[in-house]
């Protein structure tokens, strides 16, 4: 009896053990702290971005320093999904472009509150957007509102764009 006594006490020792190293170690999964030069990297990837959009037809230079040369970076948006980056280049801006002039588009989060997550070399980013601009035909102004996210991968010291999702605000009475 008195072996099995001590055969149960060893089996809770060690599930208490287990326990209380469980609890004191961050799942592989959970989002690094992020040091704050990367959280300023990040947010200059979020104004090149914008950028981009709001001048790429000029300087097309931002489209090429922002975006990820990869045949595997995707983008999502209320016109379609492009797939690469030259599928990007040559259909998500252009037709921006052809139908929009006096672009403005920004962050409507202040630039200390985007949500930025960091898992090792990627970054997730969650911010809400407001676009004016003024169309093309008719020089009508216009302007629209919404969500976005994206995703960056360091790679040789450099973040780069490699995902991107947007979508306008939520409709209510859902």
Known sequence: ?????????????????????????????????????????????????????????????????????????????IRGHQKGFDDIRKNFYPPIFRVLKDRNLRMTTTPREPAIYFFDNTAVVEFYWLLNATLIEGNKPVEMAGRETHVYRKADGQWKLVHLHYSGMPVAGF
């Open 1 to 77: 009896m008195r072996n099995f006594t001590k055969i149960i006490v060893a089996t809770m020792m060690l599930v208490f053990a287990n326990m209380a190293f469980a609890a004191s170690s961050a799942p592989a999964n959970t989002p690094a702290p992020a040091p704050q030069a990367e959280r300023q990297l990040i947010i200059e990837m979020i104004n090149k971005y914008t950028q981009s959009v709001n001048s790429g037809d000029v300087h097309p230079e931002l489209i090429n320093d922002l975006w990820e040369h990869s045949p595997d970076v995707s983008n999502i948006n």
